[in-house]
């Protein structure tokens, strides 16, 4: 396990203890990163060997209407989602994404309503659980590079 490299480390230091550190952690075990947890940042991890992670980014981010997608994040605080009829994303299948808008959910969040930080919950979890099942076909399919491309060319459009 390694820890500590979630606390205000560049990525260019935590990739470097990564690089140096992974190598010697034995390969017939599993390898695990606390706190780290940005849907990059764990593709990063993924590529240099670690297999498991734990983070209260994907919950933290659900309640204060930050939600992840594959075309990047959307911050449903944002007056741009005030009419937005559309799910977080069009082709999720969470229970939230099936049932509610953006600007339903921006609603629940600016009356501090706690069911909006719920369905945010839902969907983020939804997400990563999604990410990680895509990761792990990429790594079976022996094409972790050419997802981890297209996956960086799709979040990089949206910032």
Do not use: W
């Amino acid at each position: 396990a390694l820890g500590g490299l979630a606390g205000g480390e560049t990525l260019e230091e935590r990739l470097a203890v990564l690089d140096t550190t992974v190598p010697l952690m034995p390969a017939d075990k599993p390898r695990y990163l606390m706190g780290v947890g940005l849907p990059t940042d764990i593709l990063d991890a993924v590529e240099r060997g670690i297999d498991m992670f734990d983070c209260v980014i994907p919950t933290r981010h659900a309640r204060n209407a930050y939600l992840f997608t594959d075309a990047g994040p959307v911050k449903l605080r944002n007056a741009r989602f005030r009419d937005d009829t559309g799910p977080i994303q069009g082709d999720c299948e969470c229970y939230t994404c099936q049932h509610y808008s953006r600007a339903y959910l921006r609603h629940l969040d600016s009356l501090g309503e706690m069911l909006g930080a719920r369905l945010n919950t839902i969907h983020n979890l939804h997400y990563y659980l999604g990410l990680m099942a895509r990761i792990r076909a990429a790594i079976e399919a022996g094409d972790l590079s050419g997802f981890s491309r297209e996956f960086r060319a799709r979040q990089a459009q949206s910032g």
